[in-house]
């Protein structure tokens, strides 16, 4: 038999013949992409407009709250956030600048440079996590039934890609 049944004529019944049933690897990785981009700036025009921070600003704001004591070295800031040393140095001297953080060095290890939540910090901390998190999870409600499946996805393709050092 053909591409088309005879009982449902125009219905291919081959479902690679239907645009999108069988997505080449070029058009995932496009729309990854895509997904990404498009969020992330959403959420960074977002924080800048609501809060005076960017999105990596608040990425570290995060994890610096999240660490113990909210205290963080520059190197843990910058592995959780997957930046250069230079990356974390610059986002680090913004937060201080607008007094959200301060650095400082443990007494006993004074090799390690830590950053610091101030209580202004915590605040726009707090704040900024409310606006960042209503709005991802507003965007990926459009993901509907499929969430599940799309996050478990993504999550073996991370861990199959995870650089074991």
Same mark, same amino acid.
């Given at each position: 038999m053909g591409s088309?049944?005879v009982?449902? !004529?125009?219905v291919?019944?081959?479902?690679a013949?239907?645009?999108? +049933? #069988?997505?080449r690897?070029?058009?995932?990785?496009?729309?990854? =992409? %895509?997904v990404?981009d498009r969020?992330t $700036?959403?959420?960074?025009s977002a924080l800048?407009?609501?809060?005076?921070?960017?999105l990596t600003?608040?990425e570290?704001?995060?994890?610096?709250?999240e #660490?113990?004591?909210?205290?963080a070295?520059m190197?843990?800031v910058?592995? +959780?956030?997957?930046?250069s040393? +230079?990356g /974390?140095?610059s986002? =680090?001297?913004?937060?201080v600048e %607008?007094?959200?953080v301060?650095r400082?060095r443990? !007494?006993?290890?004074?090799?390690l440079l $830590? &950053?610091?939540l @101030?209580?202004?910090?915590?605040e726009?901390t707090?704040a &900024?996590? /409310?606006t960042?998190d209503e709005l /991802?999870?507003?965007?990926?409600t459009?993901?509907g039934?499929?969430? +599940?499946v /799309?996050?478990d996805?993504?999550?073996?393709?991370s861990? #199959? @890609?995870?650089?074991?050092?």
């Amino acid at each position: 038999m053909g591409s088309e049944d005879v009982l449902a !004529p125009g219905v291919p019944t081959d479902p690679a013949a239907l645009a999108g +049933a #069988a997505p080449r690897a070029a058009e995932t990785w496009l729309r990854i =992409v %895509q997904v990404h981009d498009r969020i992330t $700036h959403r959420v960074d025009s977002a924080l800048h407009r609501e809060h005076d921070l960017s999105l990596t600003g608040f990425e570290a704001l995060r994890r610096i709250a999240e #660490a113990p004591g909210e205290r963080a070295t520059m190197s843990e800031v910058a592995e +959780a956030l997957g930046l250069s040393r +230079a990356g /974390v140095t610059s986002t =680090v001297g913004r937060l201080v600048e %607008q007094g959200l953080v301060v650095r400082e060095r443990r !007494p006993g290890d004074r090799r390690l440079l $830590h &950053a610091r939540l @101030t209580d202004a910090g915590r605040e726009r901390t707090r704040a &900024a996590t /409310v606006t960042h998190d209503e709005l /991802v999870a507003r965007l990926l409600t459009l993901l509907g039934d499929d969430a +599940a499946v /799309v996050t478990d996805a993504l999550a073996r393709v991370s861990a #199959a @890609t995870r650089i074991r050092r």
